[in-house]
């Protein structure tokens, strides 16, 4: 019986060690994507590489790259997003039985063809995201998942009053003087709504642009004026679109978007 190999060391101690470089200053290289074993990136910093194994680290490798992003994800129904938490029913209560978090459709598999950013994609993108833009787990559209605190601190502190804009799909008929109700005249919980944007888009589809949407907000808004809610998806926060990015993928946003 072969015996396990015994002489493998982590990629990061190799590397720094032929580099003369810190173990974090390799780490940070390695989940750059700038370090390649057998010709094959690693972006590992724990693999363990054996002696006779090619280490290599690119030429121009330079950390400067190594920013914090933010991803744009095109979230279909069937899938929880919520605020501060990857997993995300906080701010709708318990998890849905069934829903998964959208989270899991973040991977490089999924990133949009032909994304702008033209960002190389690494596996270092998809750790300590969070996502301060909730949508109901019936719901589709624009959901943002961040690393970078400053965008965290602005989707956090600014959510309520950044607008939304929501392409809302109806079934039924719209009460006598319906429309000018939906802009101003309903209420929420109790609490008279402030004037909305609302328009039809065609003879089913009704857009929305509205601050400080609340959970059931909409569907409540349609029935009072007689109407069903079929479908909701979000297209728009603040100045940044959800654009031409397909169901179940996602972006990166980029440097001079601002929401």
Not at 143 to 149: K, L, M, R, S
Not at 192 to 200: A, D, G, Q
Request: aromatic share 6%.
């Amino acid at each position: 019986m072969t015996e396990a190999r015994n002489d493998t060391v982590r990629l990061a101690k190799r590397l720094a060690a032929e580099h003369g470089l810190s173990r974090s200053t390799a780490e940070q290289y390695i989940e750059g994507g700038w370090v390649t074993v057998d010709g094959k990136t690693i972006e590992v910093p724990g693999a363990r590489v054996a002696p006779h194994q090619s280490v290599v680290l690119a030429p121009g490798a330079s950390l400067f790259d190594l920013v914090p992003v933010t991803l744009l994800l095109h979230k279909p129904p069937g899938f929880e997003a919520g605020l501060g938490m990857a997993a995300g029913a906080a701010a709708h209560g318990s998890r849905s039985q069934g829903a998964r978090a959208a989270l899991t459709l973040l991977s490089a598999a999924s990133h949009m063809a032909g994304d702008a950013a033209e960002t190389r994609v690494l596996l270092r993108h998809f750790k300590q995201l969070e996502c301060f833009t909730p949508l109901p787990t019936e719901a589709s559209g624009l959901v943002v998942f961040t690393q970078d605190p400053r965008i965290a601190r602005k989707l956090a502190e600014d959510i309520e009053t950044l607008e939304q804009e929501c392409i809302v799909e109806v079934a039924g008929q719209i009460s006598d003087h319906g429309l000018q109700r939906l802009c101003h005249g309903l209420s929420f919980n109790g609490r008279p709504l402030p004037p909305i944007k609302v328009s039809w888009q065609n003879e089913t589809r009704l857009r929305f642009a509205l601050k400080g949407i609340r959970p059931g907000q909409v569907p409540a808004m349609c029935e009072a004026v007689g109407l069903r809610v079929v479908a909701l998806k979000r297209i728009r926060i603040g100045r940044v679109p959800l654009a031409k990015v397909p169901e179940g993928q996602w972006r990166y946003l980029q440097a001079w978007e601002k929401f």
